[in-house]
């Protein structure tokens, strides 16, 4: 298996992986989200809320902010027994007549904020005030989505053979992607712009599908990178490896 | 009410950007380009923005029960 790497950014990764199978990408994809653990409110405690809106609307609100996550700090693997061992609290106390944002947030541990400051919360107006704390707990997608780290997918690669096309220039001119190229008497092929649609199949292109790369792609949302979120499912991944190998040495009849 | 923190399909965080595509939308900008601007190229986090109505203002000064 090889990695290429054809986007980085600190949310977005894109990368081709070669010589593998749909199985593996997709284990991959699957772990990304719902095994890699994030932090997330998961409790709050409301001393007073005079807002217009219910507690319930305030907290669900609060739980879908993505919080800044230090994983070296979360427990592996991640069970529901031992993730409460990790926590931060939150608090939040304004006035109205003031939008509560979310960086009204103030936490216990600097390295756990929310992602940005411009979330809005709720809208307070004279005399309102809301006041509350919030506990902040690892957690995994599996669980609710709050606690997904981002979004992953990956995309087949085609296999395109124009050498049988007669009229090259129509073959190139069909292409919607912008896949293929003139190139003096040949067709350059670009497989990361193809889509499969099969438009150059009239010309006498020939379109196959290439079952060992893949374009695999994952978007965080900004509680971790996407390279920390692509380590940490592919430590996940051998983590339940071993696990299953350790099992099956130690089966006893 | 007020604008989703999260996009309903995707999961996206939306919510950061509200305040600044309204502010360019109500000055006249076309939408479309306000939001390829921010970085939105998933047409469901596109409807999140276009078709959102803000009523928190309406429902602000009520109290509840
Ligand atoms: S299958 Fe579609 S996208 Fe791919 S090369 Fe042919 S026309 Fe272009
Ligand atoms: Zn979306």
Redesign the pocket.
Known sequence: MKFEILEDKPNYLKILIKDTEPAIVNALRRTVLAEVPVMAIDEVYIYENSSSVWDEYITHRLAMIPLKTDMKMIPLPLTEENQASYSVTLTLDVEGPKTVYSSDLHSSDPKVRPTSGKIPIVDLLEGQRLRLEARAVPGKGEWHAKWQAGLASYQMV?K?DTTECEDKKACVK???????KLDGNKIK?DEL?????????EFG?K?EEDRSKYIFFIETNGQITAKEALNAAIKILLAKSKMMESEIANHKK | MKFPVRCFTCGAVIGKDWDKFIEKVNAGDDPEKVLDQLGYHRYCCRRMFLSHVELMHVIAPYRRV
């Not at chain 1, 069909?174 to 293929?180: Q, T, V």
């Not at chain 1, 889509?195 to 199949?201: H, V």
């Open positions: 085609f395109v069909a292409c919607p992607r912008k896949a293929l092929f712009k193809c889509n499969g649609c099969g438009a150059c199949k292109a379109v």
